[in-house]
């Protein structure tokens, strides 16, 4: 069974940055895309990155210039970086995987960002 392991959340100052990791421990590879969402409470899912495997990228627009999705292919590892962090970038974040029509997500990280 596939399960990614996410790993980085936490509190950060706002005007900083963080790295999340979303680790699929070698159960998936040649991923026909990955990416990121976050939901705040109250709040719907919100898009944040995803990148696809022919490397379009579509980014969340209030995200947009601030973030980065990079690969670890043959580990099955991607990493999302953001800068400039904000307090309503404070979220609990996803991330996720698709092959083969199948989803699979992360577990979630909190990110809670201090004003």
């Known amino acids: 069974q596939v399960q990614l392991v996410e790993s980085g959340g936490g509190l950060v100052q706002a005007g900083g940055s963080l790295r999340l990791t979303c680790d699929a421990k070698?159960?998936?590879?040649?991923?026909?895309?990955m990416g990121w969402y976050r939901q705040a409470p109250g709040k719907q899912r919100e898009l944040v990155i995803v990148?696809?495997?022919?490397?379009?990228?579509t980014y969340g627009d209030a995200v947009k210039g601030r973030v980065t999705i990079s690969e670890e292919p043959l580990a099955g590892v991607q990493h999302l970086e953001m800068t400039g962090l904000k307090p309503e970038d404070t979220a609990v974040y996803y991330c996720?995987?698709?092959?083969?029509?199948?989803?699979?997500w992360g577990q979630g990280a909190q990110v809670t960002i201090s004003s």
């Open positions: 996720y995987f698709e092959k083969n029509g199948y989803e699979y």
């Open positions: 070698r159960t998936i590879s040649s991923a026909s895309a």
């Open positions: 990148m696809r495997s022919d490397g379009r990228t």
